[in-house]
């Protein structure tokens, strides 16, 4: 498979490198003598729902397969830094294999070669990261997602009206992947809608998310259509719609889910989540990893998968599965 907007990060890897074969590597030994492997989980953030589900899949993987998974990562999603020295701090350890969701496709590359070098395989989730030393990436088809978006929001409009396109933070590549397949998609198809912003960048927390759109709708009180790429700028835009009186009078199309995103879909203020499945993506983290390490191939590049729920459809049992995932099994709440 091939993700639209994913050729910086995957489609300059040979593409005949379709599965990699990872080597063997000895586990490290436990307690009473057994041997288990250590997997070391590094999010991009550990506040949001989002990451929570992931966490979740994670230890799900964890005990069935037998695997400790030690699940670190920094509190806020703009901190490059600390995950830099969370990454040293697991090749410093010594673990078996490292599953990351890198917050920055650039500046995570030479910590990862670091890992590689000290013969520790490093599965990708969630986010894109450039260069090839990883064996697997594991995502949601980003693009597409950005795109169910704008068919969403364009056809709330009737192809005519004043959107916002708001960004997250740059060198996030999964949520400039949203925004690219959305913009191209509005451009293309919807030709009549006039997109007011499409430069502004929300931060990684719900508060600098809420400033921005504040401050959006201030200058641009008309707005018809807002867009946001993930969970943190569609909490922040939908406080500000409701402080601002425009909520359920604006079309909103989010990404990600919350128990608030939830109650705002059922109220009819948001008119579309786009949603991934992080606990598959956690899952398939960990077990990916295990695979590799047992000598197994894995395949390069895995989609986890991408729906648009809207109201009419987030009863349906299969929506309920990924729109409020049930992970009070695997994690103390």
Known sequence: MKFPAMRTAVVAMSLALLVTACGKKPAAPAAGGAKTYQIAVIPKGTTHEFWKSI????VQAGRELGVEVIWKGPQKEDDRAQQITVVEDFISRGVDGIVLAPLDDRALVRPVEDAVREKIPVVIIDSGLQGS?????????????????????????GG??????????????????????????IQKEFPAIALLVQDQYAGATTETAYQLAENLISRFPNVDGVFTPNESSTFGMLRALQESGLAGKVKFVGFDSSPK?????????????????????????????VACLHGEAVPKLIDTGVTLVTPDIMDRPDIKDILSPDFSKYLDQ
């Open 133 to 157: 030393g990883f064996i697997s990436y594991i995502a949601t088809d980003n693009y597409k997602g950005g795109v169910l978006a704008a068919h969403r929001l364009g056809g709330l409009l």
């Open 160 to 185: 005519k009206g004043r959107v916002f396109c708001i960004r997250y933070q740059e060198g996030s590549a999964s949520t400039t992947q949203r925004e690219a397949g959305f913009l191209d998609t």
């Open 55 to 58: 966490h979740a899949g994670a």
């Open 261 to 289: 995103l939830v109650q705002a879909l059922r109220g009819g203020v948001l008119n579309g989540l786009v949603l991934q499945n992080p606990m598959k993506m956690g899952y398939l983290g960990v077990k990916t990893m």
